[in-house]
């Protein structure tokens, strides 16, 4: 009788554990955002301003459309990061701006990984 409990609680137990492929993310799920937030060339972005970084120098931006040679795109998902101007005066004319400010920037990844603002509409 004791063998026959344990085998149901087992049975019971086993079949209530998802199976494992269930828990993992699908193949590919990220990669289009991943390959979107890589500018390894120059890329034309529309952001928001949220806000300065004194430490670094930068600019943090809510990214909420993307050029994509033919038409601007709208992404689906929040995507918020971090620019550098790509001199003083560019971070000079940033300090003028409120928060929420629409910036329509052009952004590529410098040679040590960093979104630099290599054009921005209005400098």
Excluded: C
């Amino acid at each position: 009788m004791k063998t026959l409990l344990t085998a149901m609680f087992l049975l019971v137990a086993v079949s209530s554990v998802p199976a494992q492929e269930d828990l993992a993310v699908p193949p590919g799920m990220f990669d289009a955002q991943i390959q979107q937030m890589k500018f390894d060339q120059p890329t034309r972005i529309v952001g928001k301003l949220i806000g300065l970084d004194g430490y670094e120098d930068a600019v943090w931006i809510e990214w909420t459309h993307r050029y994509d040679g033919k038409r601007w795109q709208r992404l689906l998902n929040d995507m918020q990061f971090k620019v550098l101007p790509r001199d003083p005066g560019m971070m000079e004319f940033f300090k003028q701006l409120k928060p929420g400010a629409v910036l329509h920037l052009t952004v590529q990844m410098d040679e040590e990984g960093n979104r630099q603002v290599l054009e921005l509409d209005g400098t």
